[in-house]
């Protein structure tokens, strides 16, 4: 692996991206914003048509890339498929992982989209990047090592700051019955930017039983979630038809976004 990937300094658009969301991605908000999309009247779309949402997007949280998100989406699918071929299930996951950005597309501001996720309600450790900008929020200082929270609650039951991961989580979960993506995947796509968590190995007490298999699942997953330059830009035909089949297999019904 690059060990120069996800370097992060001041003074670059990431450290704005962060400084905002930390000053502003309080326990409150998160809860609103949590209620504010539980009911799913955005807009009906297809799969597909949310990865053609991202096709002029580039993500502005992460400083290793400069490409639309579509295409990271399908770098990171074949990825996947080169260790895992027929595990087209797998595939999916690595083409849709990133598909709750559509938020963009409803007026979020990327700090309410992108970036790595933390728990409110709880002390921030001191591992969340750009760790400096958490004492502009207002709920700093303010609870304790497990806050709101009971050890072993469960990772389900912590508020995270929201973004793609927990909304394209939503709308996966409430669509339940109209694609055939599986629970366990569910999770990894939940909690992929939960690096404090899952690389840097903080709000351990409050996992629960399963919740090992989660992160095993997110950091196995997390291998091939990676900009890597060496990777063309470049998609064929042929590539974007192979996906294209599986996501008519995998996503045949219009959802509810
Ligand atoms: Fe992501
Ligand atoms: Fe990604």
């Not at 009247?41 to 290793?64: E, G, H, Q, R």
């Not at 927990?166 to 993506?181: A, D, F, T």
Request: glycine share 4%.
């Amino acid at each position: 692996m690059n060990t120069s990937l996800r370097v992060y300094e001041t003074d670059t658009p990431q450290h704005k991206l962060y400084s905002d969301m930390h000053r502003n991605q309080t326990l409150d908000y998160v809860l609103d914003k949590k209620e504010k999309y539980s009911s799913l009247n955005n807009k009906k779309m297809y799969m597909k048509d949310a990865l053609a949402a991202l096709d002029t997007f580039v993500d502005p949280s992460d400083p290793d890339l400069d490409e639309e998100n579509s295409i990271h989406a399908y770098q990171t699918a074949e990825r996947i498929r080169r260790i895992h071929p027929l595990n087209k299930e797998l595939q999916l996951v690595g083409l849709i992982h990133d598909l709750g950005k559509v938020l963009f597309t409803f007026g979020e501001p990327d700090w309410a989209v992108v970036g790595d996720t933390y728990v409110v309600g709880c002390d921030f450790p001191k591992s969340i990047v750009y760790y400096e900008t958490m004492k502009e929020n207002s709920d700093f200082d303010k609870y304790d090592k497990n806050g709101i929270y009971s050890e072993k609650c469960g990772l389900e039951n912590l508020n995270i700051s929201f973004g793609h991961d927990e909304y394209l989580y939503q709308v996966l979960k409430q669509n339940e019955g109209k694609h055939k993506i599986s629970k366990p995947n569910l999770d990894v796509i939940r909690y992929h930017s939960f690096y404090p968590w899952h690389t840097s190995g903080e709000y351990k007490q409050f996992m629960r039983d399963g919740d090992q298999v989660i992160l095993k699942n997110v950091n196995y997953f997390n291998n091939f979630d990676l900009y890597s330059k060496e990777d063309s830009p470049d998609i064929s035909d042929e590539i974007k038809e192979y996906y294209s089949q599986i996501l008519d297999e995998y996503f045949p019904e219009i959802l509810q976004w």
